[in-house]
């Protein structure tokens, strides 16, 4: 098979087939091993299926494949973060599976077991008796604690009857699809006991597994480590539904102190120079200004630096890692070396501006983002108020001191709202009822996962949330950067008021210094204005427009892919809590719109 560029390879863990070296399974991009297709998620490789193993299994020598991110690594308790092992490489290993489901069935005698019934070991896994390649099951079983099994074919058929004449029959499960229709209600499951067949009707229903099966307390991607016990009711999925694996990715843009390029060389021998009694002799001893880039005393100041901002800074949450990011993107910092990650400037000379209440203009010539795979959660997305819900990806008694990251490097540019004229357009009754209806839909979604509401929704979020959504679209008509390669971050929380779109990938399509020219070539309030104009009007009006709720969980109001929703990759609300008549106004309300004041 051949690997995207910088891709992962993804091979079986030895005991799952071959235990000797071979070619990998297949490959996937870096950033998905963080993304789409982290730990303990679920892998389509060809007509069969894994599951990514814990990082406890992968390998260990990639020590060259490091990355350093001062906050993130205080936050999360780590000495370091490391990028998934690259299949171009020979010298490092690749990301380990396992077979997953393990319940399969053979499309020729259609016997419904686990592959190793089969006599299946190697891959692709086939009957041993027909000769053909098995499919694994369609059906897993998820809890809310992150817990995943095969689904339990055996108990749904057998529910409130009798197995068989006596306990000693023999039971060989069938799995029949007509082929009629895709509904599971042409999906029947049989067993050699004569017990009446069943179909899979009903059994994706909430609560359709009550009675009837446990959660197992399964762990499959921690391979050896024991179920453990669980009293969450489980739930029956299909196992490519997106609602079965959840990651918990967080991320942070590098600033002052940790991004100039002195750091960046203290930083990679952090875990030597922490605790050194003497950092000058321990920088002599790796001999750190032998290149001649920084002085010893340099050196040794960057270490006392970086010591007294690890031992004061608090960073608990997102909201603190960006408040820290809203100061710097408001501060000039300008280029002194190629070595820095982060280079942001005032732009002063911005006509069109006027009447747009948009007050600071910053172009971020050169940034850095790190973004970190800390867990996954199953069933309901990962919330800050339900820390327990999260599974970790390493057994518990075996806590490693990294976790995998990938990191960004591209450009952005940072906008900053008019903080008076938020105050009072924020303030008026008609913006805070719209808005109130969004927020209660919000606190409805967390009563329904029995979980607190870990935030309230503002007017001032959702607008600022909304511009980010369609100024991005816009810049990328008139740059040619295609939409999944920009990224917003929000600052419209604790005083903040502005937001930052920034390229997201590191590929060809990363830094090409497009993003920044909007501002430089002159146009930027011409692009903002053109944007509002945009929103104006959709091609869904006037549904889209009067829609009273809309979107995953009725999260969105005047919103649709026509006319404000980007690719989810672009989006940290993964297209959720917008509004564009908080910009423009509806036709009954032309003044709820913050620019149509």
């Not at 749904?156 to 004449?165: M, S, T, V, Y």
């Not at 009707?201 to 609560?207: F, I, P, T």
């Not at 339900?386 to 057994?395: D, F, I, Q, T």
């Amino acid at each position: 098979m051949e690997f995207a560029r910088r891709g992962c390879g993804i091979d079986r863990l030895p005991g799952q087939g071959d235990a000797v070296r071979r070619r990998p399974l297949g490959g996937v991009r870096r950033a998905q091993m963080i993304t789409t297709y982290g730990v303990g998620s679920m892998i389509a490789i060809g007509g069969e299926s894994f599951m990514v193993a814990g990082i406890n299994r992968w390998p260990d020598d990639i020590h060259e494949q490091t990355i350093n991110e001062s906050r993130l690594e205080k936050r999360f308790g780590v000495d370091y973060f490391r990028l998934p092992p690259a299949s171009e490489s020979e010298k490092y290993g690749d990301v380990p599976v396992v077979r997953f489901p393990e319940r399969h069935s053979c499309p020729e005698c259609r016997r419904l077991a686990d592959a190793r019934f089969f006599g299946a070991s190697a891959s692709p896994a086939k009957c041993k008796n027909c000769d053909r390649e098995l499919v694994p099951s369609r059906f897993v079983v998820c809890c809310p604690k992150g817990h995943i099994s095969d689904f339990p074919y055996f108990e749904w058929l057998h529910k409130g009857r009798a197995a068989g004449p006596s306990s000693e029959t023999k039971h060989e499960l069938s799995l029949k699809a007509g082929g009629r229709s895709a509904s599971l209600g042409d999906i029947e499951i049989s067993c050699s006991c004569e017990v009446p067949p069943v179909t899979m009707e009903g059994a994706l229903r909430k609560g359709a597994l009550h009675g009837i099966t446990a959660c197992r307390g399964r762990r499959p991607w921690l391979v050896d480590v024991k179920d453990e016990l669980c009293d969450e009711s489980p739930r029956a999925m299909q196992r490519g539904s997106s609602a079965v694996w959840f990651s918990d990715v967080h991320s942070a843009i590098s600033i002052p102190p940790w991004s100039e390029g002195v750091q960046k060389l203290v930083g990679k021998h952090w875990r030597s120079l922490r605790n050194a009694p003497d950092p000058v002799d321990r920088i002599k001893e790796l001999e750190l200004a032998d290149d001649r880039r920084f002085s010893v005393e340099e050196l040794a100041y960057a270490v006392e630096q970086r010591r007294r901002e690890e031992s004061g800074e608090n960073l608990s949450s997102d909201s603190e890692l960006k408040s820290a990011e809203y100061q710097a993107l408001l501060r000039e910092t300008k280029e002194r070396s190629r070595d820095q990650d982060f280079v942001c400037v005032p732009w002063q000379d911005s006509p069109g501006l006027e009447g747009l209440a948009v007050d600071r203009v910053m172009r971020v010539k050169r940034l850095r983002e790190v973004r970190v795979l800390q867990g996954f959660t199953r069933i309901a997305p990962p919330s800050p108020v339900a820390p327990e819900r999260r599974s970790k990806l390493h057994p518990e008694d075996d806590p490693p001191n990294w976790l995998p990251a990938i990191e960004v490097i591209g450009e952005g540019v940072f906008l900053r709202i008019d903080e008076e004229k938020l105050l009072r357009w924020e303030s008026r009754p008609e913006v805070v009822e719209r808005v109130g209806v969004v927020d209660t839909a919000y606190r409805e979604r967390f009563v329904r996962a029995d979980q607190t509401p870990d935030r309230t929704i503002s007017p001032r979020f959702m607008m600022i949330h909304t511009l980010a959504h369609i100024v991005l679209n816009e810049w990328s008509l008139d740059s040619g950067y295609p939409a999944a390669s920009l990224r917003e971050r929000l600052y419209a929380d604790g005083g903040m008021s502005g937001f930052l779109v920034y390229t997201a990938t590191s590929d060809s399509a990363g830094s090409l210094g497009g993003i920044v020219a909007q501002v430089e070539s002159g146009n930027l309030g011409a692009s903002i204005r053109a944007a509002l104009d945009r929103a104006s009007w959709c091609s869904a009006d006037p549904l889209c427009m009067e829609a009273h709720t809309g979107g995953t969980d009725n999260l969105n109001r005047a919103a649709c892919h026509a006319c404000v929703l980007l690719p989810e990759t672009s989006c940290e609300e993964f297209n959720t809590l917008l509004d564009r008549a908080l910009l423009v106004g509806t036709a009954q309300q032309p003044g709820i719109g913050f620019f149509s004041l």
